[in-house]
């Protein structure tokens, strides 16, 4: 006589996590690159002036990281 395993709880099963289709808004295509997930545009319907922009800022060193 075997013992089954229990069955979880709901809401804690975490053997699978499920994302959120994103498709893009021209071809709706799936979208796997998290630039194309922001932007709900694949690279190749998405025109260069739509890019992300990221600025660098100097920043201080946090005190003791020195």
Not at 34 to 60: N, T, Y
Request: aromatic share 0%; proline share 14%.
């Amino acid at each position: 006589m075997t013992i089954a395993d229990p069955d979880p709880l709901p809401g804690t099963d975490t053997r699978e996590v499920v994302r959120p289709r994103v498709t893009c808004r021209r071809c709706h295509r799936p979208l796997h690159d998290p630039e194309s997930r922001i932007l709900r545009l694949g690279p190749e319907c998405r025109d260069p002036a739509e890019r992300v922009v990221r600025h660098e800022v100097e920043q201080d060193a946090l005190p003791g990281l020195d």
